[in-house]
């Protein structure tokens, strides 16, 4: 495996993270740049950098012609596509087998039946895993959606079959929500995801997003890596996550089910690579299969944390047919808890994206914490990509600690010239409910912490606004 060049197809923090497991492991580390991005952080960790030559994402990272192009160009051994973009492509992975090119992710059946939630679904039944009742394919008209929910009863969640980020999902609580919901979720679907195809699904009232962790290798081997609490969302995007999680809490008969059911799950299309099995789980502790995603996840970071597996290295061992770091389940244990804040360049209000140029970047953290992120000082946040600038992670002896240090973290990170969601994450981390763990993933909604933002700006902030603009006006000359 050493020697081997490996080209990241992605930038930001997970390009970064990917390039520092890639250089560990004695792999050449290949990092891209494109026309609308010439200057991105990930580079100075990749030991070689390639022009994908383009001015957005459909001309660069979304081109497979073009990127099998820099692959021949530049003796490219294999390829790892971080989250996002080609990460689930089935497409793309089939390409590059056809190719004898090494896709650092899953084979590509598991791509494709994990990829389709209307499959997926079914994949799940078949092998015994729980699934929210529903559709069991396709629903194409709003009648038959009609039907569907009369006979579950409300409310339903209308749900884009291609899905995923929160994108085509839509929850309905009577006829009269269907009918006006419906064409709407479809168009969503056809721009997000090019197929208007939709689900039917019970919504769970008060739920907790439960996502389990798989690491599988090509020999058969398929571990769990313990469980992520998700539940802190702004339209179905996540915010805060935390493991384990403090929903199951000390219910360790609880833990073992829906680790091991994760584990059924990923036997059951022959998983061999990093994925996440996400559950559902009511206030009844009842938990369902939502989906598989089949790439490593933003949150990996926590799971890291609380384990000592090397997520991101174990991917790229396991698809180069290499062992993994361990040897049996037994290997993999809990130690201390994890909480994980995404850092975005977005109104703390109204949690929409905030482009523009940082002017300031200070870090004064307490001992032992990470932060996984792709700023520096004059860099420009652009409308072009996903609004998340960085990860901040921070692990403690027990939740108690991990508050205690995140908090004291979040006050210890400075970022100006641009809106961040850094306010809002002060006012989750000290509200009540968050803090007791009770929380469910209508937490935004019920709870509101937007609506305590404080919006008041002091001299201070008002300063580093004015060199703001000058900064953007000099730049501009």
Known sequence: MKGKRVLIINRGEIAIRVAKALNE???VSVGVWTDNETEPPHLEYCQEWVHLAGSNNKETYLDIPKIMKLIDDHKIDGVHPG????????????????????????????????????ISKQVAKEAGVPVVPGSTGEVPTVEEAIALANDMGYPILLKAVAGGGGKGMRPCYSEADVRNNFSAVQ???????????????????????????????????????????????????KIIEEAPSPFIGSDEALRRAICETAVKCA??????????VEFIMGEDKKFYFLEMNTRIQVEHPITEEITGVDLVANMIKAAFGEPLDFRS?????????????????????????????????????????????CIYQRFTITPDFDPMIGKLI??????????????????????????????????????????????????????????????????????????????NQVGQR
């Open 25 to 27: 492991l004695g792999l």
């Open 83 to 118: 989250y996002g973009f080609l990460s689930e492509n089935r497409e793309f992975s089939e390409t590059l087998a056809k190719k004898g090119i090494i896709f650092i992710g899953p084979n590509p059946t598991a791509v494709y039946k994990m990829g389709a939630k209307d």
């Open 187 to 237: 168009r969503e679907a056809l721009s997000s995801f090019g197929y208007a195809g939709l689900l039917v699904e019970k919504y769970i009232l008060n739920p907790h997003h439960i996502e389990v962790q798989i690491l599988a290798d090509k020999k058969g081997n398929v571990y769990h890596v313990f469980e992520r609490e998700c539940s802190v969302q702004r339209r179905h995007q």
């Open 267 to 276: 036997r059951a299309v022959n998983y061999d690579s990093a994925g996440t």
């Open 329 to 373: 389940q037994d290997d993999i244990t809990i130690h201390g808890h994890a909480i994980e804040l995404r850092i975005c360049a977005e109104d703390p209000v109204s949690m929409l994206p905030a482009p523009g140029k940082i002017v300031g970047f200070e870090t004064t953290f307490p001992q032992g914490i990470r932060f996984d992120h």
């Open 394 to 471: 921070a692990r403690g002896l027990n939740r108690e600690v991990a508050l205690r240090k995140i908090r004291s973290a979040v006050d210890g990170l400075q970022i100006d010239g641009i809106k961040t969601n850094i306010a809002l994450h002060k006012v989750i981390l000290d509200e009540e409910s968050f803090r007791a763990g009770t929380y469910s993933t209508n937490y935004i909604g019920t709870v509101r912490p937007q609506e305590r933002v404080p919006v008041k700006e002091d001299i201070q902030a008002f300063m580093l606004k004015v060199a703001a603009i000058e900064l």
